[in-house]
């Protein structure tokens, strides 16, 4: 059985590592604020096994006005299984979860190769592509709720 449940910063770790961290210490997985009260992390479940992972932190942008802002990190799929809708589901899942609590805007940034994935689920470009060291080019990305 499939489904998407609330999951701890350690149940992340492993999809993390393998798919966002490849070949790093597990150590790189972890992110600022990921234990804070207000940050959740979400799982997708396949037969028991979480095969995708995503996190919100509740964390302002300066760049945009709004209030109740919230930052998504950490979106992978394990590669077997990416392509198959599971990502959008988790995207869906965050955007749910944010509106009930009142969420005005998403934002986050988006490896380039990753760009299209969020165009399609209805997200923006803001500014101009900059490098993350050790990871790649990115480019802001936000929506509205
Ligand atoms: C990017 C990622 C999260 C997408 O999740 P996924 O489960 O593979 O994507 P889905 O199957 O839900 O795809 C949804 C749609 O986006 C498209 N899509 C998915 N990944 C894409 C990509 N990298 N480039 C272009 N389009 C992509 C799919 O073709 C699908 O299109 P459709 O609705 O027209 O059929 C996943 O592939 C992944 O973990 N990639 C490696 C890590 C990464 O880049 N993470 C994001 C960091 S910002």
Do not use: R, W
């Given at each position: 059985m499939n489904m998407i449940k609330e999951i701890t910063t350690q149940e992340t770790f492993l999809v993390r590592n393998l798919v966002l961290r490849s070949g790093?210490?597990?150590?790189?997985?972890?992110?600022?604020?990921?234990?804070?009260?207000?940050?959740?992390?979400?799982?997708?479940?396949?037969?028991?096994?979480?095969?995708?992972?995503?996190s919100v932190y509740k964390n302002k942008n300066s760049i945009f006005k709004f209030p109740n802002q919230y930052q998504i990190r950490g979106m992978a799929i394990l590669e077997e299984f990416q392509?198959?809708?599971?990502?959008?589901?988790?995207?869906?899942?965050?955007?749910?979860?944010?509106?009930?609590?009142?969420a005005n805007l998403i934002w986050f940034n988006a490896r380039e190769t990753a760009v299209t994935f969020y165009e399609?689920?209805?997200?923006?470009?803001?500014?101009?592509?900059?490098?993350?060291?050790?990871?790649?080019?990115?480019?802001?990305?936000?929506?509205?709720?």
């Open positions: 790093k210490p597990v150590e790189t997985c972890f992110f600022d604020g990921d234990n804070l009260e207000q940050t959740k992390h979400f799982g997708y479940f396949d037969n028991g096994n979480i095969i995708g992972v995503v392509g198959s809708g599971c990502g959008k589901l988790l995207v869906k899942h965050c955007e749910g979860y944010l509106t009930s609590n009142y399609k689920l209805g997200y923006t470009k803001n500014g101009f592509p900059f490098p993350i060291a050790d990871v790649g080019i990115h480019f802001l990305m936000f929506k509205n709720l």
